[in-house]
């Protein structure tokens, strides 16, 4: 127990509030997402992500032991609330750090609502350019990117927060894309725990 508890701390040193970094490419299609597999955690079976059902599909990267992802849970479970008929939310364990049960646990502790998946070999992650846990990639459903980075202004710096959130930055990206409006921040830089290879 001592041993978990040093090895948390340990990993909360390392890795908290590490800035993600720029993600501007050129290449804003990820249009073979859907060759890319995940486990998912309810079903312990191997699936296909899939863009089409939906107009749009929101990826939230999470760590279950990041003390930032903890903090967001309330946050996209209300996203996953307000916008389940317009967008698939999948939230994506990269690594094999993390077993099922683990994963489960998390779900399980902060009542996550919705489907959690682990990248094991992070091949997803790498290819959505993930580099950070919470960072979020919104596609529409022909893979085109219409924001990346943070889910809003909530975290600073390390260990710096703001006691109320200013920027809006994934819900307002959402909005703008329902109304086939110009999404007006398509991309801002992520605080969190560093993603790592493994």
């Known amino acids: 127990m001592v041993a978990r508890i040093v090895s948390i701390l340990y990993f909360c040193f390392l890795c908290y ?3 993600g970094q720029t993600f ?7 249009s073979a997402i859907s060759s890319y597999k995940l486990i998912d955690t309810k079903e312990n079976k191997t699936v296909a992500v899939t863009l089409s059902n939906k107009p749009l599909s929101l ?4 760590s279950p032991e990041c003390p930032v992802c903890q903090g967001y849970t309330k946050t996209l479970n209300h996203l996953q609330e307000k916008y389940q008929q317009q967008v698939n939310l999948y939230g994506i364990v990269p690594g094999s750090a993390y077993t099922i049960q683990d994963v489960a646990a998390f779900e ?5 609502s919705f489907k959690l998946f682990i ?8 290819y959505l350019k993930a580099t950070v846990t919470p960072q979020v990639v919104l ?11 943070a889910i809003d202004d909530w975290v600073v710096s390390l260990g710096k927060k703001r006691l109320h959130v200013t920027e809006h930055y994934v819900q307002d990206a959402i ?18 725990c560093r993603i790592n290879d493994y």
Not at 24 to 30: W, Y
């Open 108 to 112: 399980k502790e902060y009542n996550i």
């Open 175 to 192: 909005d703008q894309s329902l109304l086939a409006a110009t999404v007006k921040i398509k991309e801002t830089s992520a605080v969190g």
């Open 59 to 62: 990826f939230v990267f999470l």
């Open 24 to 30: 501007t490419t050129p290449a804003s299609l990820f």
């Open 119 to 126: 990248d094991t070999k992070q091949k997803l992650t790498r």
């Open 17 to 19: 509030c590490v800035r």
């Open 139 to 149: 596609l529409n459903r022909k893979g085109v990117l219409i924001y990346t980075g």
